[in-house]
């Protein structure tokens, strides 16, 4: 199992798509507080009687609590999906599966090399949004940033349940196609608007305070104040829920 972690590792890092999204979601996170001040220069010169001044100072708190600036979480989301459909892609999935004792192994070791991948986005998002941020404002060291460091964590683990529905789509049931709308919908924040259709499904059902958006990851994981066992409870019920039947899966199906 250590060996195929390591391979799925090295393939992950050598991968022209990871290393293409990676770079991208740095110059995005770099250029997100310049860009902010430019526009604000391009605001307040063509209407000079805008009164809002542009803050002088940002807490580290604030960027912390953002490893995901723009749209660095649909790049993330993005890169996993090609990294997780590429031994099917590539042809030799079926020699990597026929040396595990249990197929879905290979599963297993894909999940386990996408917490790598999202710490490696992680700190390129917080690093890059540090750089920029500090080209054109003060930083802060405040009192919350303890409360960010955790808040980032379950932010991380929810994230992670994302990757276990993607790993689900694309590896088990081999669809990378379903797999990049679901990156480009979680990643950009467009499934509230799926919810809503889904929850007037199940009003007739449920009642009408129905609300599925409420238990479910990729909105969760923005809501402030971000409660903790809330969170947790969230990130385990789905990831296990998507995790486990693609291991289960995979490892009865037929690898092709």
Sequence with gaps: MGKLIRMDLYRMLKSKTFLFCLML??????????????????????????????????????????????????????????????????????????????????????????????????????????????????????SNVPDS???????????????????LVVSTFRSKSAGMILSVLFGLGLTPLIYIGINEILKPIFGETVDISRIMPDTVMWENPLDTAKALAVAIVAGGICLLPAIRIFDHKDVK
Aim: some cysteine.
């Design 25 to 142: 979601a740095f110059v995005l996170a770099l250029g997100n507080a310049p860009f902010g001040r430019l526009m604000y220069t391009l605001a307040h010169s063509l209407s000079p009687e805008i009164n809002e001044s542009f803050a002088s100072e940002v807490s580290l708190s604030s960027i912390l609590i953002d490893p995901f600036p723009v749209i660095s979480l649909m790049l993330v989301l993005l890169s996993l999906c090609y990294f997780f459909y590429a031994d099917v892609e590539n042809g030799y999935i079926k020699n990597i599966a026929g040396q595990m004792p249990m197929k879905g192994f290979t599963v297993l070791s894909e999940f386990v090399a996408s917490i790598v991948h999202n710490l490696i986005f992680v700190a390129a998002g917080i690093i890059g949004n540090l750089i920029g941020t500090l080209l054109v404002q003060r930083l802060i060291v405040d």
């Design 149 to 167: 460091i955790r808040v980032l964590v379950l932010r991380l683990l929810l994230v992670q349940s994302l990757c276990a529905l993607l790993l």
